[in-house]
């Protein structure tokens, strides 16, 4: 007799893994942000308090996403690249926009700070997948991502400008783009990058860093150096949760891009190992929700480049951790704190779960 599978258990199954690895990050971020917290505001408990209110709203906002029809996303695409440039440029009006360590990557409104990038990388997809759809001409592609691309490197934002190439290049290849056109633009597209690198000083010395970690231990390599003191301290099954010393000032801002260092050292190589279950866990779901979709359709790219999104900044931040790559300043999803991120990422992954939902009942698979 053949058992029939549950319905929208693919769907299910994606929303309560999305749930144990937003209350996992809030256990980390309040672990690693403690230190932090009672330094600059006297209250332990204030940047957790503030990712617990940034996760109530994502909750809310996934809920919203689930059951907005991806035809409303598709109509107003052309506006949300409009808005996307529009807050890229925003961070460079005075007032408006507000420079942290001589990066211009955030808006201040109302007594209120974000980060547009994350919104950014969210209107790419959109825009991305609806233009896409309807054509793949090559010239008029480039155009429309070098410049958002552009922005973001003027930042400087190396990691989110990573991110947004990879969303757009990724959701090109899979509309049908030519080998030879992907190959060649590719390649240009490798160049540039690292000419870009080459001519910018700052950019220069992370390289640097990177491949020689040793170069500035006291400046530009301590940052990399107590990550990995932090990974190493961890061992094999970790010094503990709350037993972290890293978290005390020794790593900048560790509950941002660099948590997942204070989470190696508190449950060691076991416990990464774990959490990394859960990220490929919740990735091979979001993929089995692609694999539903017909091919050349808007929802197709859509759910893609979701999908893309997602898979590329878990890499990436988990690369930089390890050293694998240059620190990018990348957040890991559902861990690093930083409200737009989180209810952003929450949204999309709503809209996946909605996109899955909707493919379910016209094909009941």
Known sequence: ?????????????????????????????????????????????????????????????????????????????????????????????????????????????????????????????????????????????????????????????????????????????????????????????????LLLIIISPYRMKRMTTFLDPESDPLGASFHIRQIVIALGNGGVFGKGIGNSRQKFSYIPEASTDSIFSIIAEEVGFVGCVGIMALFAGFLKLAHTICQKIPRDTYDYLLAHGILIWLGMQIILNLSAVVALVPLTGIPLPFFSYGGTALVMILSVTGILIGIGRKYEILTGK
């Not at 980390?28 to 230190?35: G, N, T």
């Not at 689930?66 to 961070?91: A, D, E, H, Q």
């Not at 691309?149 to 990879?166: E, R, Y």
Request: aromatic share 16%; glycine share 10%; proline share 5%.
């Open 1 to 193: 007799m053949k058992i029939r599978r549950p319905a929208f258990a693919t769907e299910w199954s994606l929303f309560l893994l999305t749930m144990v690895l937003c209350l996992i990050g809030l256990l980390f971020v309040f672990e690693a942000s403690v230190a932090e917290a009672f330094a600059l505001f006297n209250n332990q408990f204030y940047f957790v308090k503030q990712q617990a209110i940034s996760l109530g709203v994502g909750i809310v906002s996934l809920g919203v996403g689930v059951f907005i029809p991806t035809t409303f996303w598709k109509r107003i695409s052309p506006i949300m690249y409009g808005l996307s440039i529009f807050s890229l440029l925003s961070v460079f009006i005075p007032h408006l926009g507000m420079a942290v360590n001589g990066a211009h990557r955030w808006i201040l409104f109302g007594g209120f700070s974000f980060q547009p990038v994350e919104i950014v990388k969210f209107g790419m997809i959109i825009f991305f997948a609806s233009w896409m759809e309807r054509h793949q001409k090559l010239r008029p592609f480039l155009a429309l991502t070098a410049v958002p691309v552009g922005l973001l490197f003027l930042q400087p934002d190396m990691g989110s400008a990573l991110i947004v190439i990879a969303i757009a290049f990724g959701v090109y290849f899979l509309a049908g783009a030519p080998w030879k056109a992907f190959a060649i633009t590719g390649g240009v597209g490798v160049g540039l990058l």
